[in-house]
């Protein structure tokens, strides 16, 4: 609708300035007539102009926007919509660009000294504070338009930045007064529930979540909220629900694969977590929450050399400077370190190496209190080692063959010489030993595979390795 047909302020279906831009003057001409623009005058001429303007911004052509702005305040100074135009379009140029956000930030500025009534230019203002980290400043500009003109949007705007510090208590209520004068706001309601889930009110979360999917039945984000307050909950199956609710109105959402990549890994399903992982990598090959998550996915089913691979391609991603480093940054140097030790241990009986003796205090102690790896006199591990046979895990078949075995070994004590440590012909003691063992075996396939090769019945289970049968089996 901005191409520009009808007649212009000056008669002719375009208005050309001297840069040689086209201006878009039809949409402009319905707009200045119906005054749907910040500080319209009582001048409809100047009024036109100024349509134009915002015209422009509307259609992202900014730099065009400022110049004709800028035009207007040679003429007239203090042209109040002038000078706010201008900053919204400093901002919109984008952030990135510090000079743009303090030009912006001048020009609200100059907006508020002239009119220091309008809630809208300190909400503008905030717009432009809280994206460069200045949460506080912006707060104060949302608390004075509020105190202005309270709003729903200004409510739940504020809400979010409180959200944002962590002020979780805060933030609630906020968004509380928010619903309060607008009660259909699924997003509010959403960051309400929110508010709930990180202060361990999980209940009252999945009943605000709920609340936000009545309002929204497609609200992809409050599906994801719900499986995850149910994952906490410890209710595995309404979060897996939930989460495969997100997928099916987008099977491409990233946050909803990386949870619920998180939730089968700590479910033990670690083949199905590691498919979430990989999926998320192709959608967003830089995030590093399921680049580590593989990696760690990898080492727990004993497949170290792609575990390692994933976890050196977290340790790439520096940050930038001045930016903080990101949780998985700071920890996958020990993981990886740990995953190094456990490959080089895999042929070493259990009783024969410990990890608390090995591994100096300070590794250890860091990597719980999540702190930079600087740690003196430290030696690396050794890398992978070729003649280091790897781990295979036993299929479901396998798997019942060999407790099929081991039942079959149940009634032969008598038969059978005490040639075995821990064998005795009592062929009730031996039934006992034997459910014992595949008990336990069922345990370890529900929860995370051992990633280190051990010499007991238990393990021996649950992986099979190509060691060569010792004593020790």
Sequence with gaps: DCGGTGSSPHGSQEAEKGTGTKYPSNPAKTIA??????????????????AIAYVLIGSGLYDEAIRHFSTMLQEEPDLVSAIYGRGIAYGKKGLHD?????????????????????????????????????????????????????SARLYRHRGTLYFISEDYATAHEDFQQ?????????????????????????????????????????????????????????????????????????????????????????????????????????????????????????????????????????????????????????????????????????????TEYSVDMDLPGSFKDHWAKNLPFLIDDYEEQPGLQPHIN????????????EEGGAAAAMDSGKLWPEVYPGWRQSPDLNRSKCKFFLWRGKLYHLGPPVSHRSRSLVEESTIKTTATTNENH
């Design 33 to 50: 007539e119906q005054r749907r623009f910040p500080f319209a005058t009582d001048n409809d001429s100047t009024n036109e102009e100024l």
């Design 98 to 150: 510090i000079k743009n956000a303090e030009l912006a930030l001048f020009e609200l500025s100059r907006v508020i000294a002239l009119e220091p009534d309008r809630p809208e230019v300190f909400e503008q203002r905030a717009e432009i504070l809280s994206p460069l980290g200045r949460i506080n400043e912006a707060l104060n500009d949302l608390t004075k338009a509020i105190q202005l003109q309270p």
């Design 178 to 350: 928010s619903l309060e004068l607008n009660r259909n706001q699924p997003t509010a309601m959403l960051y309400k529930g929110l508010t709930f889930f990180h202060r361990g009110l999980l209940k009252e979360a999945i009943e605000a979540f709920k609340e936000a999917l009545k309002q929204k039945v497609d609200f992809i984000d409050a599906y994801k909220s719900l499986g995850q307050a149910y994952r906490e909950l410890g209710n595995f199956e309404a979060a897996t629900e939930s989460f495969q609710k997100a997928l099916l109105l987008n099977q491409n959402h990233v946050q909803t694969l990386q949870l619920r990549g998180l939730m089968l890994y700590h479910h033990g399903s670690l083949q199905e977590a590691l498919k979430n992982f990989k999926r998320c990598l192709q959608l967003e090959p830089y995030n590093e929450v399921c680049q580590y998550m593989k990696g760690l996915s990898h080492v727990a089913m004993g497949q170290f050399y792609e575990g390692i691979k994933a976890q050196t391609k977290v340790m790439l991603n520096d940050p930038l400077p001045g930016q903080k480093a990101s949780p998985e940054y700071l920890k996958v140097k020990y993981l990886r370190e740990y995953s190094r030790y456990l490959h080089a241990h895999l042929d070493t009986p259990l």
């Design 390 to 401: 790897l781990i295979f895990l036993f299929s479901k078949k396998e798997r019942k063959r």
